[in-house]
């Protein structure tokens, strides 16, 4: 942990190359990020997967902006796959959710694209926890072979999730400009016996604030 409060110049970082920044655990750790602009490309990743009983936190504050950008997952040379570029909270098949999982981005400008991902998945059992976006502008565009850029709360299909699993809520306040495009998605949703989380969208309309939706994906 850094302490900021002396520092007003914070330079760019960069993810990349199918780098990751990884802190799961059987109850996951801490991932902040402070920086000018934050990019994750190249099927670099930041995770935190919840194995046993706990939570995961994934802090992101960008001070021009957040840009995620996707590509195909492929196969490494030893056989394994790469990952989606994404910024990730799961609570495993074998894992327990405390309701304490945060993934939280405060960015004047998000752009997601290539099947880029911010999410939250409940793939065991308990409470998943939840996900906050703060930004003037957000922008997700695009597919990649694994899905849509999207930013969501989920309950997986095919996991250990229980019936009394609850997925996550949802929260994105854009004050300026909310643009979906060419496939992308933002959802809350369940895929499981599980329940799913809440949408709430603020696109705060009394500084003309927009929300378009359009176009599509094969």
Known sequence: QF????????QDISIAQD???????????????QGNQITLQEGSALL????????????????????VIGENVRRRTNGS?????????????TGT??????????????DLSDGAQIGLTMAGQGEAGNVNILSQRINSDGISNV???????????????????????????A????????????AAN?????????????PQIETAGNISITGFAT
């Open 3 to 10: 302490d900021y409060s002396q520092t007003s110049d914070f």
């Open 19 to 33: 780098a990751s920044i990884d802190v799961s655990a059987t109850d996951a750790g801490v991932i902040s990020l």
């Open 48 to 67: 935190a997967q919840i194995t046993g009983n706990g939570s995961g936190n994934i802090n992101i504050n960008a001070t021009t902006g957040l840009q």
């Open 81 to 93: 796959p790469t990952m989606p570029t994404s910024i990730f909270i799961e609570v495993a098949s």
């Open 97 to 110: 959710g405390t309701n304490s999982s945060l993934l939280t981005v405060n960015a004047p400008q998000i």
């Open 147 to 173: 899905g849509p850029s999207s930013i969501f709360t989920t309950v997986a299909p095919l996991h250990n999730t229980s019936s009394d699993a609850a997925g996550g809520d949802l929260t994105i306040t």
């Open 175 to 186: 004050t300026e400009q909310f643009n979906i495009t060419g496939g992308a998605q933002i």
């Open 190 to 202: 369940t895929f499981g016996p599980g329940s799913g989380g809440n949408l709430i969208i603020n």
